[in-house]
């Protein structure tokens, strides 16, 4: 039997990797960490590591923001040369609002796609959802569809989890 890893034992596995092997793990750990996740790291981190983290991410949003925001400017600027200073401030903030929006509205709808389960899936998870009824744990039910369709173990948590959020198994 394995016995659980405690958090230093995997802090010590991940100290003794090579310059590339923690580059990548930390890739991997990006690929599959949640914000709620990487606030709990910020949060731990010392305060000038925060520091240049905030640096950090200020330089991206401006790399990202400000060719837009000049854009809207002088798009403004064009279409209403007789305006005010406040008025022009004003429509590039809304204009800019609507692409924030916009992005957000994508951004959303991608994840919910990334998340919502496939049509082609909808037979495995209904038979995980049956044999998890049956009171089969994680790993029995993996084993079990495993031999019809590709799946992980990680894959099959995720469809239980969803099935007790839908109300479909017991929490």
């Known amino acids: 039997m394995i016995e659980k890893a405690t958090s230093r034992a995997i802090f010590d596995l991940y100290e003794s ?4 092997g923690k ?3 930390l890739r991997l750990l990006g690929r599959t960490m949640s914000v709620q996740a990487l606030c709990l790291a910020l949060d ?5 590591q925060q520091a240049e ?3 950090m991410l200020g330089r991206q949003f401006i790399a990202d923001m400000l060719p837009g925001l000049l854009v809207d400017a002088i798009r403004a600027g064009r279409e209403y040369p007789q305006a005010e200073e406040a008025e022009l401030a004003k429509m590039v903030i809304e204009r800019q609002a609507n692409y924030r929006q916009s992005v957000r509205e994508l951004a959303e709808a991608e994840l919910k796609a990334a998340r919502d389960p496939k049509k082609r899936n909808a037979e495995r998870d209904a038979e995980i ?3 998890a009824k049956l009171g089969k744990t994680s790993g029995e039910v993996h084993r079990t569809v495993k031999s019809r369709w590709p799946c992980t173990l990680g894959a099959v948590n995720q469809v239980i989890m969803r099935a007790k959020r839908d109300g479909q198994l017991p929490k």
């Open 17 to 20: 990797l090579t310059d590339d």
């Open 23 to 25: 580059c990548a793990f």
């Open 44 to 48: 731990a981190m010392p305060t000038l």
């Open 53 to 55: 983290f905030a640096s």
């Open 129 to 131: 959802v049956r044999l």
